[in-house]
């Protein structure tokens, strides 16, 4: 079943039917005010923070699943329906979502009328703007009622889903001509109110939910719609909501739009009233005067357009495979700063009351976003580190509100400090801003402990050495990057987070990972310590990069593999000697990309085997064969039936490690095809994989599932950053250095000319490239403005507004 196509000219994705296999969303906004939608209109909106400021409300696990959002009704005679299908599911004779860089296009069509809904959150401003056109395309004058929905949320979305002999009595509303006004709590400490209007005069309103429906009705039949008449309630306490209803009359051919706004509004603390309980309207009078009229519509949805072609110039790729071109050039980089605004916060699988920024999460991100919002990504490398401890290690992950750690889940993930070292590296080499790693940012967000960012990195480097096993490996704590191999926690109580019950510090239970990412960093640590006036600290990193590299050729090495963990009694995990669970993806990504035991022959021999055990056709699984049945000692991984998520599933994010450490041996072939696997819009079988064909998701279902290759957890996923390093950087080969671009592709047979367009540090480099190399890396020979290099770096000039022209030629080593 085919649900939807690429329109690349127009940079969209293009949904040809409403019930696709499972709601396919877009986001909405990218600054501080954001909105999910799906191709049917669900979703829902919120300031800033998810959790803290949700101005609709989202029921989620729901039958269906996807129901709640801005829905628009349009009654003519006694058919009710809606331009996208949901919540009437009223047959459409004709519908279209067209999912587009921060705006969504939903067409529907019924008995002559085409309803248009335009959805962008426009750049500036706290709101979400939709415009309707609806344009009779029959030959007889047409008469009907149109009505638009949103159920508001109490701001707390978990108080709001939780708390509810307090929050049926708070609800409050004013209404002022076409605007809708929600102010629960603003009579209290909130000095912001929603606001939900339409540009022309309405013939009546609902703010009472159950007015609107009828106690015993949904969405898909509100009693108040099908009779044709809202009933003007004012909403006291239960559930307010904001619905409007406009009478309209068209002509054949006529057309007429209407522009809704859904708007967060604040004032200031002396501003708040202009009465005694009455709201004080001027910042919501000041955004509808912003969309008033079609042409301020217009603009800014030219405005939206222009900015992402400009973010998205700085890296294009013509290849000649219009799937790879499409995905690197739009899809990919585009999720990748829907990762930058969301962390893993909120998503049709993640609540936004959950996990809010993660430490880890985000800072492996930043290898997705550097590149397009630079200032962006150095202020969040200063947030994160903020909430740092001063020993070193971090918080796992903390609020985008208050940006402060949250203590819910505290620390002891001991992989997280070390990424902080990694995201600073992919910053500076993008920017070639070294001040970042001066600026004083202090510990668990206290300005007394404030220090030089150096320092915070100098911290994570010498946690990992403070925390060494009886191998000389990285301790564990409660998980490494696998958050669910909770080697030390043992939790047998059902329903107790599996990270955070207690963590028994067993001081045994070691991670290969860490040791393989530790020797991983190491070059950058000391290049960034050098640049920073640390010649001392960088001059000791190469002997102990060395030591741990011996140590994990020693204790690591499991004969055919990489070893994964010991656990806290010593024994082996990820090893042929155990009965489940025997190779691990991670660590073989990892250490080889370290370059740990390539000269050994060891890192090929390790890829041999993720090839042999752990790959299918839709990727590569994360272990195998997956636990059976649940083991204490292992933690969350073993809770999973076989085949799910880190149980055996195809855990998207680690299968681009793989890829970076073929090219490593030079295997641009393998290397390509690992990448083509989990790519989404390389996915044939839409019903089957499930989620959204323009997006990576984060775990496949494994071959040990029932449902093999079935995807979820769709668009928060450290899987869109590290396919875009992976494409861009090891197999495209256009990697930012500290001192210039260095030009290194690892290509794929197929792929034999290719242009590619990067601006990096104020210059444009035009490169092309052809190769001759086949499936292995081969030799390059690289001309810089018609001169040939002799190295493959190209250097920074000190100039910038410049194009370069450059010719990368790949041919057969020895040939
Ligand atoms: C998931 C992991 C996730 C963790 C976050 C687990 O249930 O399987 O993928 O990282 O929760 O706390
Ligand atoms: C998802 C989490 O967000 C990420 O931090 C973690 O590394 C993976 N799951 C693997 O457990």
């Known amino acids: 079943m085919v649900y939807g196509s690429f329109d690349d000219a127009s940079r969209e994705y293009v949904i040809c039917r409403p019930d696709t296999p499972s709601p396919w969303i877009n986001y909405l906004g990218n600054e501080d005010f954001f909105t999910l939608i799906s191709n049917t209109s669900g979703g829902y909106s919120f300031y800033k923070d998810a959790r803290l400021m949700r101005l609709t409300r989202y029921r989620y696990n729901n039958a269906p699943r996807d129901l709640g959002g801005q829905y628009f009704y349009i009654k003519e005679g006694e058919t009710v329906w809606n331009p996208g299908w949901m919540p009437t599911r009223t047959p459409l004779d004709r519908y279209e979502c067209r999912h587009g860089l921060g705006y969504t296009i939903i067409q529907g069509g019924k008995n002559g009328l085409v309803a248009r809904q335009t959805s962008l959150v426009p750049l500036g401003h706290n709101a979400l703007v939709t415009r309707l056109e609806i344009v009779n395309q029959s030959d007889s004058a047409k008469s009907f009622d149109l009505f638009s929905s949103v159920e508001f949320c109490l701001w707390n979305a978990l108080d709001d889903a939780t708390n509810f002999q307090r929050n049926y009595s708070t609800g409050e509303v004013e209404v002022e001509g076409s605007a809708i006004y929600h102010k629960t709590e603003y009579r209290e400490r909130r000095n912001h109110y929603a606001l939900y209007s339409v540009n022309q005069p309405i013939n009546a309103f609902d703010t009472d939910r159950e007015a609107f429906l009828g106690p015993y009705n949904g969405y898909d039949a509100p009693e ?363 660590p073989q990504g990892f250490c080889v990309m370290a370059g740990i035991g390539i000269e050994e022959g060891l890192a090929k021999k390790a890829l041999d085997a993720v090839w042999q055990r752990l790959m299918s056709v839709h990727g590569i699984a994360l272990l195998t064969p997956p636990y059976s049945r649940y083991y204490p000692h292992l933690g969350e991984i073993s809770s999973y039936p076989p085949g799910y998520k880190e149980n055996g599933g195809i855990f998207c994010h680690n299968n681009p490690w793989v890829a970076i450490a073929e090219t490593e041996l030079g295997h641009g072939g393998r290397a390509y095809e690992i990448y083509r696997r989990i790519s989404p819009a390389h996915i044939e079988d839409q019903s089957l994989h499930l989620t959204e064909p323009y997006v990576y998701s984060q775990m496949i279902a494994g071959p040990f599932a029932p449902r093999f290759g079935q995807a979820k957890n769709s668009w928060l996923t450290g899987t869109a950053a590290w396919c875009f390093h992976a494409i861009t950087q090891s197999i495209l080969g256009v990697k930012p250095r500290y001192d210039g671009l260095l030009i290194d592709p690892c290509l794929p047979a197929f792929l034999r000319v290719m242009h590619i367009t990067r601006r990096f540090r104020g210059n444009t480099y035009l490169i092309d490239i052809q190769n001759h190399a086949g499936d292995e890396k081969g030799k390059l020979s690289l001309t810089l403005e018609g001169k040939k290099m002799a190295g493959n770096v190209l250097p920074l000039t000190g100039e910038t507004g410049k194009v370069y022209r450059v010719e990368a030629v790949l041919t057969k080593t020895g040939g």
């Open 224 to 586: 108040k719609v099908f009779a044709g008449h809202l009933g003007n309630s004012i909403a006291s306490g239960w559930s307010p909501v904001g619905c409007h209803q406009l009478a309209i009359n068209l002509t054949p051919g006529e057309m007429k739009g209407f522009i809704f706004i859904l708007a967060y509004c604040q004032n200031a603390p002396a501003d708040k009233f202009t009465a005694p309980g009455v709201i004080n309207k001027a910042p919501a009078r000041a955004v509808m005067e912003a969309f008033a009229t079609d042409t301020q519509f217009e603009e800014s949805l030219a405005a939206l357009r222009s900015y992402w072609d400009q973010l998205l110039s700085i890296y294009q790729v013509s290849s000649g495979e219009e799937t790879l071109d499409r995905m690197v050039n739009v899809w990919n980089q585009y999720q990748c700063m829907v990762t930058f605004n969301m962390s893993r916060s909120a998503s049709y699988y993640e609540s936004g009351i959950g996990r809010g920024m993660g430490f880890r999460d985000s800072t492996q991100d930043l290898l997705g976003f550097v590149h397009l919002i630079p200032e962006r990504a150095r202020q969040r490398i200063l947030d994160i580190a903020a909430t740092q401890m001063a020993d070193g290690s971090a918080y796992h992950q903390y609020q985008p509100l208050t940006k402060r750690g949250n203590s819910e889940v505290g620390s002891g993930f001991n992989d997280d400090p070390l990424w902080l070292i990694f995201g600073v590296a992919a910053y500076v080499k993008e920017t070639g801003d070294t001040s970042i790693l001066d600026a004083m940012v202090p510990f668990d967000n206290d300005p007394e402990q404030a220090e030089p960012l150096y320092e915070h990195l100098r911290r994570s480097f010498r946690y990992t050495l403070a925390n060494l096993g009886p191998h000389g490996l990285p301790l564990i704590g409660r998980a490494d990057w696998n958050d669910c191999l909770n080697l030390n926690c043992f939790s047998n109580k059902p329903g107790e987070s599996f990270q955070t019950t207690a963590n028994y510090e067993s001081g045994v239970a070691e991670s290969v990972f860490i040791a393989g990412m530790f020797v991983g960093v190491c070059d950058d640590y000391a290049a960034l310590m050098s640049r920073c006036g640390q010649a001392v600290e960088a001059g000791e990193v190469p002997k102990l990069k060395e030591q741990m590299r011996r140590r994990v050729l020693k204790s690591g090495w499991d004969g055919e593999w990489f070893l994964r963990a010991f656990d806290a009694h010593g024994k082996k995990v990820g090893s042929h000697e155990c009965g489940e669970g025997q190779i691990y993806i991670e």
